[in-house]
């Protein structure tokens, strides 16, 4: 079965850095999603991506997150400046319609931890 | 019930048991609504949907039931077995809506 992948597995970083997550989704599919999940909670939405712009977001995606399609295959997730609380599993998917039983396909994840 | 933090609601069966695991949605808008599997470590993987205009679908070994007049989701899984162990998350979503929101996540123990 196609998948999507994640790249690091895992990530540390600094306080007050960048980091870039990288996504690669499956490769026919036109959405694309962010989502994260901190330690023992729900599965919280970021941002979908549709036609090299973004669709919708919620209020957790502020002016210190960013997405992009850099080129035909992968979908990033850019963290300008991380806090501590933005320590968590952050999830990539893709989908290809948005009709019903469209499928919402997963990657492993990315375990963030900002120190 | 509500999860807060790491108090995600536990339910725990014997083996070849059925597990009921439940879910209250929020939005009446919502008409397609999805079971996923999480492992741990692991992302969120598909189960099995039903769609609003559906009150049961069965799959293999595991079946929804939807009561929309109370908004209320499960998911039954028959003969419940060692590798069903993992959070169950119930997510809707909209025809044509861009985003899938996930409910709390129930935990399921196995014993063997």
């Known amino acids: 079965e196609p998948e999507v992948t994640q790249t690091p597995s895992h990530q540390v970083t600094q306080m007050g850095q960048e980091v870039i997550l990288r996504c690669v989704p499956i490769s026919n599919h036109l959405y694309f999603y962010w989502y994260r999940q901190i330690l023992g909670q729900k599965v919280e939405f970021l941002v979908s991506f549709y036609n090299n712009e973004i669709s919708e977001k919620s209020e957790i995606f502020d002016d210190q997150f960013s997405v992009e399609r850099p080129d035909g295959s992968n979908f990033t997730l850019k963290i300008r400046s991380t806090k501590l609380e933005d320590s968590a599993m952050y999830f990539c998917?893709?989908?290809?319609?948005?009709?019903?039983?469209?499928?919402?396909?997963f990657g492993s994840g990315t375990q963030l931890s900002v120190l | 019930g509500e999860s807060v933090g790491l108090h995600l609601p536990t339910l725990s069966v014997q083996e070849g048991d059925n597990s009921i695991i439940n879910c209250a949605y929020s939005n009446s808008a919502s008409d397609y609504f999805i079971w996923y599997k999480q492992e741990s470590g692991k992302g969120p993987q598909f189960i099995i949907d039903?769609?609003?205009?559906?009150d049961k679908r069965q799959g293999q070994r595991v079946t929804v039931l939807l009561n929309k007049t109370v908004k209320h989701l499960s998911l039954q899984i028959a003969a419940t077995q060692p590798g069903d162990s993992a959070v169950y998350f119930c997510?809707?979503?909209?025809?044509?809506?861009?985003?899938?929101?996930f409910g709390a996540g129930t935990r399921l123990f196995v014993k063997a």
């Open positions: 997510a809707e979503n909209h025809t044509g809506g861009f985003k899938t929101i």
């Open positions: 998917a893709s989908r290809g319609g948005l009709g019903r039983g469209e499928k919402l396909f």
């Open positions: 039903i769609r609003s205009n559906m």
